[in-house]
């Protein structure tokens, strides 16, 4: 079975700095892609960033960059220059590689994140 | 756009009612999902569809029941509601690649007294 593990609970960051989020996943599957979703104290769910498990480089979006580690099966988020806005709950989701179809996302806890000014 | 569109926003209910949650996209994606979020377990899917009239039970379906008459709505309901369905409840959807990401509808909060 597929999982994704969270370890930080909650984060503390100063603005401007740069925090990482980790998530380690566990599968058996060769093919697989790591999400990263954004909740802020609102509730919506917004999408941050995607890693295939095929895709050689690290994925980058603004200033979100993914460190994705294969062999340690660990794909941590980077938030550089940490806003005031960038508070709020982080999940990081696996998809389901046995589907050829569809996009089945397993979710870790999810970290909170708190920017200090 | 409206995107995902689910109603309501808020509802309580007292234990064995019914009611069903509305979940609507306009986005013409075939894949649409339940998934409900509880305080340290992140989202877990309860059920999903890849097209209409194909339905399928994810991690926690058990107390819901789902169906996919057409592309656009996903209904899930809940049969005899109980205390432990206490959540917020999201519908997502994506035209179903592998690389899409889902998009979330805003929630529903639902509260079984």
């Known amino acids: 079975a597929q999982k994704i593990t969270q370890t930080q609970p909650g984060m503390f960051v100063q603005e401007k700095e740069a925090v990482t989020l980790d998530c380690t996943y566990d599968t058996s599957d060769p093919s697989y892609g790591l999400f990263w979703y954004k909740q802020p104290s609102s509730g919506e769910m917004i999408f941050l960033i995607y890693?295939?498990?095929?895709?050689?480089q690290n994925a980058t979006e603004g200033r979100y960059s993914l460190n994705f580690q294969k062999a340690r099966k660990s794909a941590n988020l980077v938030i550089s220059a940490s806003q005031l806005g960038d508070s709020a709950m982080y999940f990081c989701a696996m998809r389901d590689g046995h589907m050829e179809y569809g996009n089945k996302l397993v979710f870790g806890a999810g970290t909170i994140l708190r920017v200090k000014s | 756009n409206a995107g995902v569109t689910q109603t309501p926003k808020f509802q309580v209910l007292k234990t064995g009612q019914s009611m069903t949650l509305q979940c609507a996209q306009d986005?013409?994606?075939?894949?649409m999902s339940w998934y409900r979020q509880d305080p340290g377990m992140g989202l877990r899917l309860i059920h999903y569809s890849v097209g209409a009239g194909i339905t399928d039970q994810g991690e926690v379906p058990n107390g819901y029941n789902v169906s996919r008459s057409t592309t656009e709505d996903f209904p899930l309901r809940l049969l005899s509601a109980a205390p432990s369905q206490t959540s917020v409840y999201f519908c997502?959807?994506?035209?179903?690649?592998?690389?899409?990401?889902?998009?979330f509808g805003s929630g529903t909060q639902l509260s079984v007294l």
């Open positions: 986005m013409n994606h075939e894949y």
């Open positions: 890693q295939g498990s095929y895709d050689q």
């Open positions: 997502a959807s994506s035209r179903g690649r592998p690389n899409e990401k889902l998009f």
